[in-house]
Nanobody
Framework: QVQLVESGGGLVQPGGSLRLSCTAS????????MGWFRQAPGKQREFVAT???????TYSDSVKGRFTISRDNAKNTMYLQMNSLKPEDTAVYYC?????WGQGTQVTVSS
């Protein structure tokens, strides 16, 4: 299994931006499924954005047009650029690769 470590979370005002990073313990070049999920207090973990086959991406309707998933295979790192953040984006964000999950990073959007 690959080990995943997220970083980049924090407190941001509504309308602000954050970039999350997920660094893997080994090459992600051949990994087809990688993605970001989030879990808000009292809610189930939900899909945010993923790579499927190759560089194809999918986004949940709630973040489409505001969030961008990307990855740097040379750095074994996946990113989530989050713009125009809203209070409802507040959650713990997790990256996933295959069956492996990171420990999560907290994102709080509040004035």
């Amino acid at each position: 299994q690959v080990q995943l470590v997220e970083s980049g979370g924090g407190l941001v005002q509504p309308g602000g931006s954050l970039r999350l990073s997920c660094t893997a313990s080994r090459s992600i070049f051949s990994i087809g499924f990688m993605g970001w999920f989030r879990q808000a207090p009292g809610k189930q973990r939900e899909f945010v954005a993923t790579f499927t086959s190759g560089e194809n991406t999918t986004y949940s309707d709630s973040v489409k047009g505001r969030f961008t998933i990307s990855r740097d295979n040379a750095k074994n790192t996946m990113y989530l650029q989050m713009n125009s953040l809203k209070p409802e984006d507040t959650a713990v964000y997790y990256c996933r690769s295959g069956v492996s999950w990171g420990q999560g990073t907290q994102v709080t959007v509040s004035s």
